[in-house]
């Protein structure tokens, strides 16, 4: 087949918006440039990326379930999970000082992309 017609066809199913697996790499060039300095600015904004990573992903899996009931029992589901992060990672702490704010954003940028990268993976079945 005709490379061109191939690249007309995978451009026609690509999301909207593209994620890649693992922090972005905004997030490493930003790491790498405050050295030991705070690093929280940089983590807080990888998170906000990363929790879009898990709500895009998490909608595309919504969108397999038919019946209303599974849809809703789903979103309880992944709203527990941010609730259980946030706990797991002490949020209520992160207003103290610089570093329980700097634990939690560590501890909730790990769960976050492993919660995005498991999502995913579950998207390629749909795909």
Same mark, same amino acid.
């Given at each position: 087949?005709?490379?061109?017609?191939?690249?007309?066809?995978?451009?026609?199913?690509?999301?909207?918006?593209?994620?890649?697996?693992?922090?972005?790499?905004?997030?490493?060039?930003?790491?790498?440039?405050?050295?030991?300095?705070?690093?929280?600015?940089?983590?807080? !904004? @990888?998170? %906000?990326? &990363?929790?879009?990573?898990? +709500?895009?992903? /998490?909608?595309?899996?919504?969108?397999?379930?038919?019946?209303? !009931? @599974?849809? %809703?029992? &789903?979103?309880?589901?992944? +709203?527990?999970? /941010?609730?259980?992060?946030?706990?797991?990672?002490?949020?209520?702490?992160?207003?103290e000082s610089l570093g329980h704010?700097?634990?939690?954003?560590?501890?909730?940028?790990?769960?976050?992309?492993?919660?995005?990268?498991?999502?995913?993976?579950?998207?390629?079945?749909?795909?």
């Amino acid at each position: 087949m005709n490379y061109k017609l191939w690249g007309a066809i995978f451009a026609i199913f690509l999301p909207t918006q593209i994620f890649a697996m693992g922090y972005s790499s905004e997030y490493v060039s930003c790491m790498n440039s405050a050295g030991s300095n705070n690093t929280t600015a940089c983590m807080q !904004d @990888e998170l %906000k990326q &990363q929790d879009k990573r898990v +709500k895009s992903y /998490f909608n595309v899996l919504l969108m397999q379930y038919d019946n209303s !009931d @599974e849809r %809703k029992a &789903q979103k309880d589901l992944q +709203k527990q999970w /941010f609730d259980t992060r946030d706990q797991r990672c002490a949020e209520k702490n992160k207003s103290e000082s610089l570093g329980h704010k700097s634990r939690y954003y560590n501890c909730a940028l790990k769960m976050t992309v492993q919660q995005a990268n498991s999502l995913e993976q579950k998207t390629y079945r749909y795909r």
